[in-house]
């Protein structure tokens, strides 16, 4: 405990007063004789004792009195977690950290969260001297303000960004100003919601901020709201006609149970489904709308909910692009009976354009590519071109007993491949289980028949990639979403000798549905707040090219064009009314799940150096600083006191009288 006016304390000996007096009224007593009976009960032992009883209450109340008027006037102070640590502002570096990420949207007891920032924002400048350096930083925005507040020019209202990160994103923006040479002090106000990612600190970056004083300002948590936080396909392949299955993940933020809120699933803006859906505070529900699409093109499915307290995260936004000409290219890969089905699936619907690659094309053009171990491409493009969004399919050349080196580069796996060739007359079939099975078979077919022979193979282990096994539960083909794109390894060849489904009726569903399986990843994967390179076809560099989104429009260069994405919702490359590519963007999955950390989680971040402060900034941030004051508590003390002291003392008069 600090004293303000601790040079009163001298006066301290003066608590004595009252034994004093109490002393020299003792010497005044006079002794009187008396003989009537009624003196002779008034000295009775036990009135003498009550007597002096009460005579030392009194004594020890007058005492406090004095001592607590006296301990008063000196302005006590209990100290403050940064108390004695801070003791001049103008060599007090101050940072203030705004997060205005997505989760900090929404409106709290019918004020927008962002007045709650601005508020705090307000009452954090008013702590800090005039002639003080600060530095004013966002999440989306990096450093505001550098410089003296007096020269601090109007940074309200704050917008809130569609926007994702964390502290880790601007550590070394922080890390940058961390000069104790210059500055004797630097204290860290972080005004935000407190959504766990923001905090996605390792141990190394706690370290640089463990000198540092923080105060966190938490604003108001969101009261009724629901967040579509994911949007997925469970089928792998998208084609004309066949049935889509989409899996809508929705959670309930807020603290009240929402019940028969209406989910809506819109193309193209035209409503082809809902649902009335309800779910507990703090759980997630996935519901499931099922359609098809008639013809190739991009179709854009809305996927949203009621408007509630943040508005932000009712929408979800998917694009399906079914390619109008799929783009085939076999790559050093001579096989009759793929050729063949090709040519026969392209007859049906002329949506197949086929190309036997060679060195004077563009991988990058090709939507599927074909391989064989025969193949002399580097693993190095194949990567890159399955990163990019391509879709490569490995088979095995009739005589290979193992899979070439540079296949195995591409999805790095320890799986262990082995070679397996049965006898004459022996054979193994696929277990129903697989989870390619629909690839092979329609469900009802499968209960009756199953007749694919596999008389050689490779296997692989069975593991979350394996997408058909057989009997024996070993892995004849394995599927690998890498980045964008997808990678499919297959354990037999296309031919007779090593398997008998060329010969089927399936091998067409099969070829036809592999071809079509396309990576939506790439498309829909984008946040907002992210970086999109669109890639542009050739043929469109020497035309005008727009990028759009809803109302926006702007002229671009298609080469090697960076746009950034400030927004949720859909966005596209085009020209002259025709669109060359487009995606799909949605706020990040972490700001939509929005868990909210308390002042328990956060001290654990911050064990040593941290205020956590809810309401009253003001009187939070001046307390730490230079701890609290205790005159206000002992002054109620004192007239506690003083009114006991009457009640007693007039007590004892009555009863004299």
């Known amino acids: 405990m600090n004293f303000i006016f601790s040079s009163l304390l001298w006066f301290l000996p003066f608590v004595l007063l009252p034994f004093i007096i109490h002393l020299l009224n003792k010497r005044n007593v006079k002794t009187v ?35 607590l008027i006296i301990i008063m006037l000196s302005r006590p102070v209990i100290k403050g977690l940064f108390a004695g640590k801070i003791t001049d502002n ?25 007045e709650y920032i601005d508020s705090f924002l307000v009452d954090v400048l008013n702590q800090i001297g005039d002639k003080s350096p600060i530095v004013v930083l966002t999440q989306s ?120 809120s209406l989910l809506e699933f819109k193309i ?28 190739t093109g991009k ?51 002329k949506t197949i354009d086929i190309y036997n690659f060679n060195n004077e094309m563009n991988i990058y053009d090709i939507d599927v590519a074909i391989i064989s171990s025969n193949t002399l491409l580097k693993d190095k493009l194949l990567n890159s071109y399955i990163n990019d969004g391509g879709h490569l399919i490995y088979f095995p050349s009739n005589k290979d007993t193992d899979i070439n080196q540079s296949i195995k580069n591409i999805y790095d796996t320890k799986s262990i491949i082995t070679y397996n060739e049965h006898k004459i007359g022996t054979y193994n079939s696929i277990s129903t289980n697989s989870t390619g099975i629909p690839y092979f078979y329609n469900s009802e077919k499968l209960n009756n028949k199953n007749n694919l022979e596999f008389y050689k193979y490779m296997t692989f282990n069975n593991d979350a990639n394996t997408y058909l096994e057989l009997e024996n539960s070993k892995s004849i083909w394995n599927r690998y979403f890498i980045k964008n794109g997808i990678f499919d390894i297959f354990g037999f060849a296309n031919d007779l000798n090593w398997t008998n489904l060329p010969l089927k009726g399936s091998y067409i569903n099969f070829i036809n549905k592999l071809i079509n399986t396309k990576s939506n990843q790439f498309v829909n994967k984008i946040n907002s707040g992210d970086n999109w390179k669109p890639n542009v076809d050739l043929n469109y560099l020497n035309k005008n090219l727009y990028y759009e989104h809803r109302d926006n429009k702007e002229l671009i260069s298609g080469k090697d064009t960076q746009i950034y994405i400030k927004s949720n919702g859909f966005h596209n490359i085009n020209t002259n009314g025709q ?14 799940k929005n868990n909210i950390l308390d002042e328990e989680d956060i001290k654990f971040i911050f064990p040593n150096n941290i205020i956590f402060i809810k309401d009253d900034v003001s009187n939070s941030i001046e307390r730490s600083k230079y701890g609290y004051e205790l005159w206000r508590i002992i002054l109620y003390i004192i007239i506690f006191l003083i009114i006991l002291e009457m009640i007693i003392s007039n007590g004892k008069r009555f009863q004299s009288n």
């Open 90 to 114: 103008n060599s007090t570096l101050s940072i203030i950290y705004i997060d205005d990420t997505a989760s900090n949207n929404g409106i709290v007891d019918n004020n927008e969260r962002k």
């Open 299 to 349: 179709y854009q499915c809305t996927f949203n909910i009621p408007n509630d307290d943040n508005f932000l995260d009712n929408f979800y936004y998917y694009l399906v692009d079914i390619p109008e000409k799929l783009k085939i290219g076999l790559i050093d890969y001579n096989n009759i009976y793929i050729k063949e089905i090709l040519n026969s699936i392209n007859k049906n619907n």
């Open 33 to 67: 004789e008396f003989s009537s009976i009624r003196f002779l009960k008034l000295i009775e032992k036990d009135s003498i004792n009550k007597l002096k009883l009460i005579q030392l209450i009194l004594l020890i109340i007058r005492t406090l009195i004095v001592f």
């Open 579 to 592: 669109i060359i590519t487009a995606i799909a963007a949605n706020i990040n999955l972490f700001e939509l």
């Open 141 to 260: 925005k990096g450093v505001v303000y550098d410089g003296i507040k007096s020269n601090l020019f109007n940074l309200l209202p704050i917008d809130i960004s569609k926007s994702y990160g964390g502290i880790k994103d601007r550590i070394k923006i922080i890390e940058n100003y961390l000069d104790y040479e210059k500055y004797s002090n630097i204290e860290l106000f972080l005004i935000s919601d407190g959504e766990e990612s923001f905090f996605n600190l390792d141990d190394s970056d706690k370290l640089k901020l463990k000198d540092l004083y923080i105060y966190f300002l938490q604003i108001p948590s969101l009261i009724n709201n629901y967040s579509i936080t994911d949007v997925q396909i469970s089928n792998s392949n998208i084609s004309i006609n066949e049935q889509v299955e989409f899996l809508v993940t929705v959670r309930n933020n807020g603290k009240n149970n929402i019940k028969n």
């Open 268 to 295: 193209d803006e035209i409503n082809v489904g809902q649902q009335l859906i309800s779910i507990e505070p703090n759980n997630s529900k996935v519901f499931n709308f099922k359609t098809s699409f008639p013809s």
